[in-house]
């Protein structure tokens, strides 16, 4: 059969590859018609309540009327230009609404296309930095297991090297240093004890190694790929001290946890001390179009400058798409004007009450809920294909990973609406 004579779900499934996907045995994959609020209508007319934001970004729902409206006047004005020698408003709008909303310390923006790339951007910063400050060798990074950074090649080399979804591509990824995720969860009471808070051995690692390492790289207080973990924020306060006594620097990989959805605007409000690099995407555009940045502080900024080169050497085609920026601002706009910190934590507390019957159950092995983050964590593995199948047949998109059937729901999502999301994550726990 030529694929003209193909149905569309036909085509897709010979001719296009999904995220993490076999081609031979693609999985449940259903047609997506439109969307709007929180919901996808499919191509039969079924209504799913998008339960994962679309993998964590559409907070304000999808076919946001603000967020469309600046696209299309933006799209009217000057759909793209490159950005070298040339700027434009919506680049410098949205810079001057990131100044005003993320930590005082981090002044210096990079705009670019995706998560991934901004943890690149990141780690490049940190390496011509350490160069700049004439310590060429340190071109290495330490890192806490379980993390998750994206999948291209030096954030890969910063995943989990055993749990992490790169394992296969080890002998190919630069060698980093990882030590022990933080034992102390969040709401746990914190240990001063360096050999029970972890903290011992991240001074091991970083002491032995300290002519190596340009940065520590953390995804704060929520580790989300790497299993849905919340730790305890006093760790990343004395990282910090650690990190400045031996000239390391400290990035704090915020791509999912920007933006209001831990109950902090950033997961950086959970703590004192700032970070000197950080990452954000996802719900940068309340996920309208890719986009992402790298912030940094003047220190880095100037150090940079000041260096051989002096050019920071990263500029994407896409840099700063006008587009992408105006959604940006639209979608920061809605959320700095609305009681966001009061919305994420209704939608924590109904979450709560709603999973904690799932602790009852013989192969739940664990319930936790932070900001509009909701989590049931299994005993064995969950089927992701299987999992999504059955939520398509209670109307909820879900798409659990590992042990973890989680929710991060849009902030538009009403309380009837976040009940159907927890009650088919429970029927998953019981079915599963
Ligand atoms: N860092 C973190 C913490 C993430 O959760 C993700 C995506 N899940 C990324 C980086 C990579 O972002 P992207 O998929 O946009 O490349």
Known sequence: MSAADLSQLEFDQQHLWHPYTNVAKPGPTFVVKESEGVHITLDDGTRLIDAMSSWWCMMHGHKNPAITKAIHDQLDTLPHVMFGGLTHDPAIDLGRKLLEITPDSLTRIFYCDSGSVSVEVAMKMAVQYQHAMGHAGRSEFATIRSGYHGDTWKAMSVCDPDTGMHHLFQGALSVQHFVSRPPIRIHEDWIDDPAQNGLGELRSVLEA??????????????????????????????????????????????????????GELFATGFCTVEPDIICLGKGLTGGHISFACTMTNDRVAEGIGGGN??????????????????AAKASLDLLTGQDWRGTVAAIGEQMAAELALARDLPNVADVRVLGAIGVIEMKHRVSADEAHARAHDMGVFLRPFGTNIYTMPPFITSPDQLSEITAGMLRLAREL
């Open 209 to 262: 190694n300290a002519d190596k390492i340009a940065a520590f790289i953390l995804e704060p207080v929520v580790q989300g790929t790497g299993g849905m973990y919340f730790y305890h924020p006093e760790y990343l306060n004395q990282a910090r001290a650690l990190c400045d006594e031996l000239g390391i620097l400290l990035i704090f990989d915020e791509i999912a946890t920007g933006f209001g959805r831990t």
């Open 309 to 326: 080169p002096g050019i920071f050497m990263h500029g994407p085609t896409y840099m700063a798409n006008p587009l992408a920026c105006a």
